[in-house]
């Protein structure tokens, strides 16, 4: 709403607890910008299993290891770049507060130790 400029580390790091500096007010990155990062680190993880699995000996006994882990690796940085790329930040949504029911014994007739 101020349009303050807050530093792309800062909103791929806090991304759950951003405030604006200027007015103290609660922010969220927006869903599509969370999806369209998560898309890429899925792309690209997708893209380095194939080619990592298509180099991979395939007699090797833990050969099948690696393009795994690259492939978990590529997500981990992809899908940080593009968020701090497409971040769109706008205020956080309140969920309403929990009701809190008061506990009270139910009466009933039932079968307690109390009944002689």
């Known amino acids: 709403m101020c349009l303050t400029k807050l530093s792309a580390i800062k909103v791929v790091t ?9 007015d103290g007010r609660a922010l969220e990155v927006s869903r599509i910008s969370r999806n369209i990062s998560i898309f890429a680190g899925l792309v690209a993880g997708y ?25 978990i690796v590529a997500f981990g940085v992809v899908a940080p770049l593009v968020l701090m790329l497409t971040a769109d930040l ?23 130790k109390a009944h002689h």
Not at 14 to 22: A, I, K, M, N, Q
Not at 47 to 71: E, R
Not at 90 to 112: D, V, Y
């Open 47 to 71: 893209g380095v299993w194939y080619f990592s699995s298509q180099s991979a000996s395939n007699h090797q006994a833990l050969g099948w290891v690696f393009p795994i882990l690259y492939s």
């Open 14 to 22: 806090r991304s759950y607890d951003l405030v604006c500096p200027t």
């Open 90 to 112: 706008s205020l956080k949504t309140e969920l309403p507060a929990p009701e809190i029911h008061s506990e009270e014994p139910a009466s009933h007739g039932g079968h307690g």
